[in-house]
């Protein structure tokens, strides 16, 4: 019973490098979701989708791209990182408007 | 981005004692959830609440839908030390989408 899974847990990147961070989730839900949080903060939204084929932006999407071509994966794309997108990323899943949302682990990423 | 007025911000309290936590919004909603996160881990849903005046139990822990849909409170009796961790709120409303609007999080620290 996997549930949400996001990969690399760690990752340090240079200033301008690019990366995807991989989430896949095997709970057949249709809403998913990124979020960073920052040191001491609570979460943020990137980015979201509400099924395959549609993303959304959430409050902080510059500098980040997704897709979601399946209903399993939602990769989260940082392109010329940045030391402001240091930070601890979730992934998150949901069956639909009234349930919770189940999380992943996390990715840990550092722009150096 | 709005987010939930949660506190308190930190509780420093000893092993036994019972533990409450609020968090109160300008704004009604119509789902409330309280989700606990450890240290390198994801948040995990405790508790989710559908309708004002609920009140629900999870174990040691109780929480309650505000009358006026503008709060939401977590008690947890008797505490133990795997309680540790960041307690946060969170609200969904149906016209923002039911996505999710975090408290900042409160920091349970038991004292040996």
């Known amino acids: 019973n996997a549930g949400v899974t996001q990969t690399p847990k760690f990752r340090i990147l240079k200033i301008g490098q690019s990366m995807t961070l991989q989430c896949t989730q095997d709970?057949?839900?249709?809403?998913m979701y990124w979020y960073r949080q920052d040191p001491g903060m609570g979460l943020k939204l990137i980015y979201y989708s509400v099924g395959a084929g549609i993303t959304d932006k959430g409050e902080v999407p510059n500098g980040y791209n997704v897709s979601r071509s399946t209903t399993e994966d939602f990769p989260l794309r940082l392109e010329l990182a940045a030391p402001s997108q240091t930070s601890v990323y979730f992934c998150a899943s949901k069956a639909g408007d009234f349930y919770g949302y189940t999380f992943g682990s996390g990715t840990r990423l550092t722009v150096v | 981005g709005q987010q939930l007025n949660q506190s308190p911000q930190s509780m420093f309290i000893q092993e036994g004692e019972d533990v409450s936590m609020n968090c109160t919004s300008s704004s009604i909603f119509n789902t409330w959830l309280w989700y606990k996160q450890d240290p390198g881990e994801g948040p995990v849903l405790l508790i989710a609440?559908?309708?004002a005046g609920e009140l629900t139990s999870n174990g040691r822990l109780t929480a309650q839908f505000g009358i006026t849909r503008k709060d939401s409170f977590l008690n947890i009796s008797a505490s133990i030390p795997s309680d540790v961790g960041i307690y946060f709120c969170a609200g969904q409303r149906r016209d923002s989408n039911y996505q999710l609007i975090w408290g900042a999080g409160t920091k349970l620290i038991i004292k040996p």
């Open positions: 709970m057949n839900h249709n809403y």
């Open positions: 609440l559908y309708k």
